[in-house]
């Protein structure tokens, strides 16, 4: 059995009958959820197989087989939406130029648990999540004596991701690893 993968997010319900809100959690929510697709659930439950998607004022609206009206969609709320690693396929770069060149992309799962090291060497801790904030992405770095540095997760300040070595370099800027 391989790891699941979070794709989304069931949100608030959407009218009713049935439909829900969905966080896309995911580089490709036009395969993720097309009809039919059927999604597990994080910590179990029975699959959820998609019966309508539509894009609605900039939000993914999800209908799935079973789910009838707004009390049976607000029992979906806050769970969320998964496939098998082995049906994910390589992550996709939404930025990838005409030749195909593009920024280097990772699935969460292969950035957590990294050691963090500063471009001159010193150790900052490991990876302990990947936070997807509305201004970009993060990296939160548990540090070894407690607490956590949060990392803008841009070239800039992460020149280099090599899981293969396990480690990421981080060239911070003045201030960003001051602690008060």
């Known amino acids: ?20 809100t969905i966080e896309v959690r995911t ?11 059927v999604l597990g659930r994080e910590g179990g439950g029975a699959p959820l197989t998609v019966a309508e998607a539509r894009w609605h004022s900039g939000r993914l609206l ?9 009390g049976a969609a607000e029992a979906l709320r806050d769970v ?13 770069d939404d930025d990838e130029d005409a030749e195909g060149e593009g920024g280097d992309i990772w699935w969460d799962r292969d950035l957590v648990g990294l050691e ?7 150790t900052l801790g490991r990876v302990t999540d990947v936070i997807h904030a509305p201004a970009g992405d993060l990296l939160a ?13 841009v070239r800039e300040i992460v020149p280099t991701v090599d899981p293969a070595a396990g480690r990421i370099v981080v060239d911070p800027p003045p201030g960003l690893l001051d602690l008060d």
């Open 1 to 20: 059995m391989t790891e699941p993968i979070v794709v989304g997010r069931i949100g608030r319900p959407h009218g009713v009958r049935g439909d829900v």
């Open 27 to 37: 580089d490709l929510p036009q395969r993720r959820f097309a009809l039919g697709a």
């Open 62 to 70: 999800l209908r799935f087989q079973g789910v009838e009206d707004r």
């Open 80 to 92: 969320l939406l998964t496939i098998d690693s082995a049906e994910a396929g390589p992550p996709v």
């Open 116 to 122: 963090a090291v500063t471009t001159a060497g010193a």
């Open 141 to 153: 770095v548990g540090r070894p004596g407690g607490g956590e540095h949060l990392v803008p997760f």
